[in-house]
């Protein structure tokens, strides 16, 4: 390390390497969540179910968010993985 040229590492701010986060969520969970939302609260005009469904899927995505940020992108490469362990 001490033959590094000065300049060489610089210190890195975390919120470079994560997600840009909407309400908890990232950006395109979030956006998706209330255009589903909206399309049956005011579309299918049944707003006692869409909005209970967007705030229960909100507080899920927030939930695994706050888990893992990359979680929209790692969950389904994990579940496209075969499994080898049968129990």
């Known amino acids: 390390m001490l033959d590094e040229p000065d300049g060489y590492r610089i210190s890195l701010r975390t919120s470079l390497t994560r997600p840009l986060l909407i309400a908890g969520v990232p950006r395109t969970f979030a956006i998706m969540n209330a255009t589903v939302a909206a399309a049956i609260a005011f579309g299918l005009q049944q ?41």
């Open 47 to 87: 707003p006692l179910i869409g909005i209970p469904l967007w705030a229960i899927v909100q507080g899920a995505g927030a939930y695994g968010s706050s888990r893992d940020p990359w979680f929209l992108d790692t969950w389904p490469r994990a579940m496209a993985k075969p499994s080898y362990f049968s129990a």
